[in-house]
C-alpha cells in the first residue's frame, strides 16, 4: 500500500464531471439510518433492536459482472475531510454479536444486482436477510479492513463514499472515488443548532428526504454516481451546503418522523429500481495515466517545488492541508513544467489537487514541506 493511503485515506483520486448517459460503474443504490431505540422490539420482531439500523446498499447497472474486490466503502465524518474508517467489500462478512454471517460465495455483482454493507450489530431481520457483508467493528484490523473497519457505524451528519480502486484488491493501485453520500467536508447542523445532523430536502415525489431517522432510495433515472460533492468553495464555488438538496437524487420510502420509531421500514433492501440506460463496465486506465504522468521534485521540499506534468494537461493546482482546507490554488500553464512556492507554509504534510483542463479528471498527490 502506497504511504499516501495509510497518512490519509481521504486523499485519492476522484473522478470529476457530469454523470454519464449510461450506467457504466457501481453506485450507491440506498442509505439506511435507523432511528430504532436501543433495546426497543417492534412488531414482528423477534429480537430487540441494538440502535444500529445503518446500511449501504451499492447498485451495478452495467452490462457485466463486476470485481468485487477492487471496491472498498469509506466513512468521512462530522465534516472532516478525512477518511475515519474505510471497509473492503467483500462477500463474506464478519459474524456480528446477534448472529451468524453471510455465506462465503463468489465475491461478484452482476448485472442489475445488489450488494448491501450492514453495521455489525443490526439486529431488524429485514436487514439482516439482506445483509451480504457486516462492516466490522471500529478499530478492529484484519486483512479485509483498510483503515479502522467500522465505515457503517456512521450517523446522519456523516458523507459515505464508494471507492474503487485500479490493483487487483482494494488498497493495491490508486484510489477512485465513484460515488457519494452526502457531502466531503461539511458538516449539516452541527451541534448546538437544536436539531439532529442531517442533509435535507425535497425528492421528486414531494417527500421530505433527511439523511437522518430514514430509510433513502436513489432516484430510478440516477445512472451513475456523485463523485463530485467534496466541498471547498475555491475549485467548487457552486455547491453551497445551504441549500444542497439530497432529494435531488435521493428519495424517502419510509421514515420515522412520527413518535413510532417501528414505523420506519427496510423492506425494499436487496434490490433496486433503475430505469436508466445499462452500459459497458468503465475502465480507469486514463485516469492512472494522468495521476502518473505528474511528478514533485524535491520531495520533501523546502522553498520551492518543481512540478513535472509529462503528458498531462493540467488546468488548477490547488495545495490543501493534512485536514482538506485548501492553502493557495494556481492555475496551470500549457508548459510541461511549473513551480509551486511552499516557503510560507509550516512544515508537514499536504497535498497538491491537480484538475485536468477540461476538469474532468483530478489527482492528489502527497508533498512534504521541510
Known amino acids: 500500500m502506497k504511504k499516501m493511503y495509510i497518512l490519509a485515506g481521504a486523499f485519492v483520486l476522484a473522478t470529476v464531471g457530469s454523470a454519464a448517459a449510461q450506467g457504466t460503474e457501481l453506485f450507491f443504490s440506498e442509505y439506511n439510518e435507523g432511528s430504532h431505540m436501543n433495546g426497543s422490539t417492534c412488531p414482528g420482531q423477534t429480537t430487540a433492536s441494538t440502535g444500529?439500523?445503518?446500511?449501504?446498499?451499492?447498485?451495478?447497472?452495467?452490462?457485466?459482472?463486476v470485481p468485487l474486490d477492487q471496491y472498498s466503502i469509506r466513512r468521512y465524518s462530522n465534516g472532516m475531510g478525512l477518511s475515519e474508517d474505510e471497509r473492503i467489500v467483500r462477500g463474506a462478512g464478519t459474524t456480528t454479536s446477534g448472529g451468524v454471517a453471510p455465506p462465503a460465495g463468489p465475491n461478484t455483482l452482476s448485472s442489475g444486482a445488489t450488494f448491501v454493507m450492514a453495521h455489525p450489530d443490526v439486529s431488524i431481520s429485514d436487514i439482516r436477510s439482506a445483509a451480504n457483508q457486516y462492516a466490522s467493528p471500529r478499530a478492529t484490523t484484519t486483512s479485509t479492513v483498510l483503515v479502522g473497519g467500522g465505515p457503517i457505524q456512521f450517523n446522519g451528519d456523516d458523507a459515505m463514499a464508494l471507492v474503487r480502486w485500479?490493483?487487483?484488491?482494494?488498497?493495491?493501485?490508486?484510489?477512485?472515488?465513484?460515488?457519494?453520500?452526502?457531502?466531503?467536508?461539511?458538516?449539516?447542523?452541527p451541534p448546538g443548532m437544536g436539531t439532529q445532523?442531517?442533509?435535507?430536502?425535497?425528492?421528486?415525489n414531494g417527500g421530505d428526504t433527511r439523511s437522518a431517522n430514514q430509510s433513502l432510495v436513489r432516484s430510478p433515472a440516477i445512472s451513475s454516481g456523485s463523485a463530485t460533492l467534496v466541498w471547498d468553495i475555491n475549485t467548487n464555488p457552486g455547491l453551497?451546503?445551504?441549500t444542497f438538496n439530497i432529494g435531488a437524487e435521493w428519495e424517502t420510502y419510509s421514515n420515522a418522523f412520527s413518535p413510532d420509531a417501528c414505523a420506519q421500514s427496510y423492506s425494499d433492501l436487496g434490490q433496486h429500481t433503475y430505469t436508466g440506460p445499462n452500459g459497458a463496465y468503465s475502465t480507469v486506465g486514463l485516469l492512472e495515466e494522468f495521476n502518473n504522468a505528474i511528478q514533485f521534485y524535491p520531495n520533501p521540499a523546502n522553498g520551492r517545488v518543481n512540478v513535472s506534468l509529462?503528458?498531462?494537461k493540467v488546468g488548477l493546482l490547488t495545495v490543501v492541508n493534512s485536514l482538506g482546507r485548501t492553502i493557495f490554488v494556481r492555475p496551470s500553464t500549457e508548459a510541461t513544467t511549473t513551480t509551486l512556492d511552499v516557503s510560507s507554509l509550516t512544515p508537514g504534510l499536504y497535498f497538491v489537487r491537480c484538475t485536468s483542463a477540461d476538469?474532468?479528471?483530478?489527482?492528489?498527490?502527497?508533498?512534504?514541506v521541510q
Open 52 to 65: 444500529n439500523e445503518k446500511t449501504m446498499e451499492v447498485y451495478n447497472p452495467t452490462t457485466s459482472t
Open 359 to 368: 476538469g474532468k479528471l483530478t489527482v492528489y498527490k502527497e508533498l512534504v
Open 166 to 189: 485500479t490493483g487487483a484488491t482494494a488498497g493495491t493501485g490508486t484510489a477512485v472515488i465513484v460515488d457519494i453520500f452526502g457531502i466531503i467536508g461539511n458538516r449539516p447542523n
Open 310 to 312: 509529462g503528458t498531462a
Open 197 to 204: 445532523g442531517m442533509w435535507v430536502g425535497t425528492d421528486r
Open 240 to 242: 453551497d451546503p445551504a
